[in-house]
């Protein structure tokens, strides 16, 4: 039977190529994922951390083998790995976005130790995509994803590739393609039997032969129908369905290899005759953000709990339908998470603009079969991106991606993103970058926006009040534009999440202000537009998901010639009572006029100068907001505020004492009502207490201590070691009280 062992713990780390040189003891001790260097959140250089060095594990078999194959699988090394077992080396294995696994049966010891070296180049290398000219995003470094042990029988399932249809009928169909391997010697007369979980009628097992050469391969297509009709997979019910195969061999008891896969019965498609994405047969507009998945001070190298947390702050905080993997494959932990909670994914392959030599393009193309084949499972995966974002047309390079992508997945199109409408349209989806502050007719169909926003108006946290106000604007109007265009599937903008990049681009700091959240994911008012656009539920107790986030930092100066005029609030409420201190202004409704297509249309209020005079009158802001005359949410903001207090809250009370687990801790300056203050500048001191009966830390502080506040508020991150226990964070910054939290370490 197969073993699947986690294999990030007891790595050791130097960064170098030291190869055997240099004793163990001098290496550091790690846990994967890892990334070669801690940096600063912004102000570094490339060469910091982009560099080769040298990964070291010695490890006793955790199982013995009788007679079993045994692999190594990488989900992710970044950029270039060596990896050699026992003296024996492997051929350097490029591309450090999609996984690769070494079969080391025939260099393992049973008894004894095993050494395992990794030679990791994390520099730049132009025979790597993305690599080969400039490049709008960090790679990072490291072997940043998980690393796992295998071990299969001789004949085992190399990958299971499941499709559905009929899915709206009584009895939903399935078909499964289970691609088999045999690495013995003599032929596998077997079967094949398939389970189906999540079902509301049991299923009949079904067993299907299974016939493999010695040392060959075979394709067994697996048929079945569900016995009722079936829960499917949507935005608000993302079920899942289980597909277990186990392939046995005659006559014999014990299974050789069993698999388990999610997957949804769901129907997802761009029309060619109306332009539209429908989700299981209702039209929807697409509405999302681009991600990059890097993060403050980690790179790239984040844990399967941070990787899951974008997608909820995507999907919860964000009211985001859809996001992009820019621009490449992402973790496999984030996507998981997209299935779980109903976020569409539009993937791509690793590139920025450039195309290399023909071997450059071949590496392209085998992030292209390694991207689908690891993926194409996951429903919440709706189009393939087969093209290098913003390259030029290269009609050879891009009809082979194509052609690759449908012969690995046929139900989902292909897109290609570029920055010109007038190009050979080779994909299945027209998906365009429009930087024109609009969006531009389009000429083919079906056509999606994939970036607008970005560089045409960076903005940073703590920017004048009227920018920020109007990057949401800029925001709300495209995608206001987009619900408008009946003939556009959708719009996603650029992007997310502020990230670090080279100083060819960016703001000089290493940083692009682009997000609609910084980089620790921590909302601009850009992000309250977004969150706005959710439809607000009623659960028979209480409004859920209501939002009420007026777009001011509520000073009577910070804006040119004085005031907040207008008062721009993002709200999916219908009514919005504004009051100044006890004094009443007005109730107010969403301006209609000038977004007339959003789900929920901004609040514009004018007049403000009238109360909010210069020099005089100025008091705090209180909105109410309601729904159905109901009162539901409220918002205070404090005229004047000093700083009066120092938050600090850890997105998880508890972490697994793994090594890797990790969570955010956001701090901030605020006033009374905890809106946090931008101009503070105040220096955060740091002290994480709790140790190991050895005396070591039980977890690690990860981020800059002390923190240098710009904007009012930034994160760091804990990290667990191995042992269980608590730790207490304290945080401490002039002139206010102390803060401090506990994080449980199981
Ligand atoms: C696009 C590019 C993105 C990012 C963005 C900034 O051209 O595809 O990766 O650089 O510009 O606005």
Known sequence: MRSLIPFNDHWLFWPDDVGNHLHDDAFARVTLPHTHKIVPHHNFDVSEYAFVSTYRKRFMLPEARGGRRVFLDFDGAMMAATVSLNGHEFPEQRGGYVPFSLDISDYLRDEGENYLVVKLDSSERPDIPPFGYVVDYLAFSGIYRDVWLRYVEPCYIRDICITTHDIYGDQPGYEISVRLVNSGDSDLDGDLACAIGGSSAPQRPQSFAAKVPARGEALVKVRGRLEAAARLWSLDDPYLHSATLTLGQKGAALPLDRVSEAFGFREAYFSKDDGKFYLNGQPLKL????????????????????????????????GCNIVRTSHYPQSPHFLQRCDEIGLLVFEEIPGWQH????????????????????????????????????????????????????????????????????????EGVFTFNDFSNSIQPPIYRPHLVTEYGGHMFPTKPWDQEERLVEHALRHARIQDTSYGMEAIAGAIGWCAFDYNTHYHLGSGDRMCYHGVMDIFRLPKFAADFYASQQEPGYDGVRWQGVVLRAATLWTMGDRNADGVDPLVVFSNCEEVDLWFGSSYHGRFRPDRAQFPHLPYA???????????????????????????????????????????????????????????????????????YGNRLPYTQSVVTFDLRGTAPDGSPLADLLGENPFALMGGQAALYVRARHTPGVVTLRAVTPRLPEASITITLK
């Open 602 to 672: 901004p609040f514009v209020i004018p007049g403000l100068t009238e109360p909010v005079l210069w020099g005089k009158n100025f008091q705090d802001l209180h909105l109410v907001g309601y729904i159905g005359g109901q009162m539901v949410a409220e918002q205070r903001i404090e005229a004047g505020a000093i700083p009066s207090q120092l938050l600090l809250a850890a997105d998880d009370a508890e972490l697994r004492a793994d090594g890797q687990d990790t969570t955010r801790v956001v701090f901030k300056l605020t006033d009374k």
């Open 355 to 426: 195309i290399g030599d023909s071997d450059w393009q071949a590496l392209a193309l085998r992030d292209l079969r390694a991207m689908i084949e690891r993926d194409r499972n996951h429903p919440s995966i709706i189009l393939w991106g087969v093209r290098i974002n913003e390259s030029p047309d290269n009609s050879a390079f891009y009809e082979a991606s194509n052609t690759l992508a449908a012969s690995l997945d046929s139900t989902r199109p292909t897109g290609g993103v570029r920055n010109f409408l007038k190009s050979q349209f080779l």
């Open 287 to 318: 509405r999302g953000l681009n991600r990059h998945q890097t993060y403050p001070y980690i790179g790239a190298a984040a844990s399967a709990r941070l990787q899951r947390k974008d997608a909820d702050i995507l999907k919860y905080e964000l």
